[in-house]
């Protein structure tokens, strides 16, 4: 397995990822379209003993967006990094936009698809879900 890397927009936060994608889900509630710009967020869950600040941690701000649930991103230039959830323990949600490495997984399937933006198509064959996903 070799380590997955990624960095903000300005370049200030930088982090390496100790351990595999093992699945990518396409949100597309209203927070994570919010928070993105754009139609769709692309997350990973990765346990946090994995990933490792190589510089900017001065830089990262945390907003709750919803009771237990923090969104980190880049103070500086706004890049969302990843987000963390209370009842979820020990595991983040990388945002995938940020790898500078090549993920070496594809996207597993779309979420909260009932809250989609009314001008994306969903075109492809993935699973989708109109809330949550089932539990892996």
């Known amino acids: 397995m ?3 890397r990624g960095s903000c927009l300005c370049g200030g936060v930088r982090y390496v990822l100790r351990a595999p994608l093992t699945e990518i889900g ?3 509630c209203q927070q994570c379209r919010k928070a993105n710009g754009s139609a769709f967020a692309a997350n990973a869950p990765v346990p946090e003993a994995a990933f490792q600040l190589l510089a900017g941690a001065e830089l990262l701000k945390a907003y ?9 991103f880049c103070g500086h ?3 969302p990094i990843y ?6 323990p020990g ?3 990388l945002r995938i936009g940020l790898l500078d490495t090549p993920a070496g997984h594809t996207p597993d ?5 009932a809250h989609k933006a009314d001008w994306h198509q969903l075109d492809d064959a993935l699973p989708q879900y109109p809330e949550y996903p089932p539990e892996r």
């Open 2 to 4: 070799s380590d997955h």
């Open 26 to 28: 396409l949100c597309h």
């Open 64 to 72: 709750e967006s919803s009771p237990g649930k923090q969104r980190v």
């Open 77 to 79: 230039c706004g890049s």
């Open 83 to 88: 987000s963390r959830n209370a009842k979820k």
């Open 91 to 93: 595991l983040l949600r």
């Open 109 to 113: 399937f779309h979420f909260m698809t």
